[in-house]
């Protein structure tokens, strides 16, 4: 039993982690009505500030190829307190600079855009400290007394109990402060309705601002204390963002106190799940205690998903913009043999560097059907993509089955994870459906992507070459590298699956989804079945994301975890929200422009070796299309001045309509027919672009 214990008590620096954290996102939520999904991001580059300042004496700046070190004493470390005070004070401006920046114009936003804007302040800040700190773990002395500590015959380091003491003093001070102050009083009021407390003298803007600033210093205040404990790395870190969300979602983005003790009990779950592997066996034997919160978040939200992410106050429902597709076959057949006469123009490495592209835009164009279309934030279409790929291996080698049969079902394996994932959709969308597939996805990377059975482990699993009767497809002939053949071979399938979503887009299903992606309830009141419609939109994303997935396979020949790690879903929707999420032409410009990989960003690498930069590009270039054309670049280069702001009036007044119409619907009497209305979201759509009409129910 002590051992037991022993275990619950190591896990209270973790958890104490989780508390801090969870306590800086609810402040940013009651404030300014932001889940920030970069509050980890920012815990992590303050420790490293604090780690430079303690061991060298040096303040980091957080940009990169100009001077950003700043010497203030000699190369000499400075001591351990007043480095702690002018990390804080870092953190202090760091949040100021990003409230006034990035999240104060997005205040009316759609949670579409919020949450991209979050997410490409995240990734800006992993790059940066990628860049100038590398990814090989940190350590640091301790701050806390670390003695071993006796208490019934249990042993132990003391640091812990120091950590939660932390914990327990920050929430009492923030309990009382923003229960009796008036500071907390004016935080209530902004929150629940702005425009209503500015009437008596209040400026929700200022007080978000200083909450920010508070919230930002309390996720220093984390990543400074857990950096002696854990070793300080970029992506470790940063995905603390998952614990600490699940503890803010217990505490439903409200209470400091439930907040607190939910990220404790996590931290001590986690750490006695180390324990129990070893007694049952049969349990998985990693990454069991990262899956936890992933189970927590599921809970919270199925259970309280309607009373979870609510604030007062009117926000404008403004999504990008969806292009129809015209003329898709004379289209596709221009991209083809442009394709071709590109791949053969080519040298070797530009050729891979295209077809990389090409699985990019493969998997991206599940992006564009999921959030263009339908309007729900996936952050795990990557982690779909490589069940695809690692289940194409296993039915080639091990059921021995053939192309092209072998890329159907691998595609048709990621469809039930997909749909799995849709299910917490019928009751949540935006914000609530990006928590809970960011927390799928870090479950995926703890648990079946470390799985050596399925995907062989550090070593990867050999990916045979799809081949037809006396025709070898694959990547590699002899000395052939890339070969023209299997550039076509890809080329051919996305566009494919191109005009898939094409005639999804033009045909009733495109028209139902979109009306979804408007208003859900007056879509549901004209008869469109809103359940089935969103599970359709998931399973034929996951689809095109597990092809997506398989391609990737046979283009590397031998699949790794890494492939397909959380980060890479993150990064996938940053460029094809850059590039143009409600358009077919998004995904394309996403993968041949921006993706890591890609045919731009490897011509501009041999040619400026700025390769390294692409991250800190994508998560910027995210930042700003959030804030100045939540359209993209395709959508800026296909609008046409007035007639868009025509559009986006019409847009909108199609909205109020549908949310009166649903009222109408409401207080109708039984079985009195009620003419439906025509939805319009698109601003190239037209009369064609009608919904259904229908007196039948969802």
Known sequence: MSSYILFLILGLSAGATYAILGQGLVLKYRSAGVVDFA???????????????????????????????????????????????????????????????????????????????????????????????????????????????????????????????????????????????????????????????????????????????????????????????????????????????????????????????????????????????TVWTWLPQQGLGDALPFVVIIIVMTVRSRSVLARGGETAERNPSVGRPHAPLRTA???????????????????????????????????????????????????????????????????????????????????????????????????????????????????????LSFTGGTGGLPIPAPRLPGLNLGITQGKAYPTLIFGVLVLLVVILLGLLVARLRRGPAGRMLLAIRSNERAAGSVGINVAQAKLMAFGLAAFIAGVGGALTGYMQGELTPDSFAAFTSIGLLAIVFVAGVGRIAGAVVAGILFSAAGLFVTFLNLHLNVGKYQAIVAGVALVLTAVQNPDGITGTATGKGPAVALAKLRDRAAGEYAKRFAGRMRSAEPGVPVPGPAIETDERSAESDRLPRTTSGP
């Open 39 to 277: 509050h980890g991001a920012v815990a992590m580059f303050i420790a490293y500030v604090f780690i430079n300042l303690r061991s060298f004496g040096e303040l980091e700046l957080p940009v990169v190829l100009i001077p950003h070190q700043i010497s203030l004493n000699g190369g000499a470390g400075l001591n351990t307190g007043l480095a702690i005070v002018i990390s804080l004070v870092y953190a202090a401006i760091l949040g100021l600079v990003l409230y006034l920046i990035v999240y104060r114009p997005l205040r009316s936003a759609s949670p579409l855009t919020r949450v991209c804007a979050s997410v490409g302040v995240m990734l800006a800040l992993e790059a940066i400290a990628v860049l100038n700190y590398s990814t090989e773990p940190v350590a640091t002395n301790p701050i806390f007394p670390s003695s071993p500590l006796t208490i019934a015959k249990i042993t132990f380091p003391e640091d812990g109990l120091f950590f939660a003491g932390v914990v327990v003093v920050i929430s009492l001070v923030l309990a009382l402060a923003y229960r009796f102050s008036r500071f907390g009083l004016a935080t209530r009021a902004g929150a629940e309705n702005d425009r209503g407390a500015a009437l008596t003298g209040i400026s929700a803007n200022v007080i978000a601002g200083q909450n920010w600033v508070i919230a930002t210093v309390l996720a220093g205040v984390a990543g400074i204390l857990i950096a002696p404990v854990a070793s300080l790395d970029p992506t470790s870190y940063t995905l603390f963002i998952v614990p600490a969300l699940a503890a803010a979602l217990v505490g439903r983005f409200q209470s400091f106190w439930i907040t607190a003790l939910a990220g404790l009990l996590i931290g001590c779950a986690q750490s006695e799940l180390a324990k129990l592997i």
């Open 333 to 451: 057949a221009i991209c083809f043999v442009a394709g071709v006469l590109l791949m053969l123009v080519l040298n070797s490495v530009l050729r891979f560097a295209f077809i990389s592209s090409l699985t990019v835009t493969c998997i991206a164009l599940s992006v564009v059907v999921l959030t263009g279309y339908v309007g729900q934030v996936s952050l795990a279409q990557m982690s779909l993509a490589g069940i695809g790929g690692f289940t194409l291996g296993h039915i080639s080698a091990d059921w021995h089955v053939g192309f092209p049969w072998s890329l159907i079902l691998a595609g048709l394996c990621a469809v039930p994870v997909g749909l799995v994932i849709g299910l917490p959709a019928l009751r949540m969308r935006g914000v609530n459906l990006a928590v809970v597939t960011l927390g799928f996805a870090a479950a995926m990377d703890a648990v079946v992507f470390t799985s």
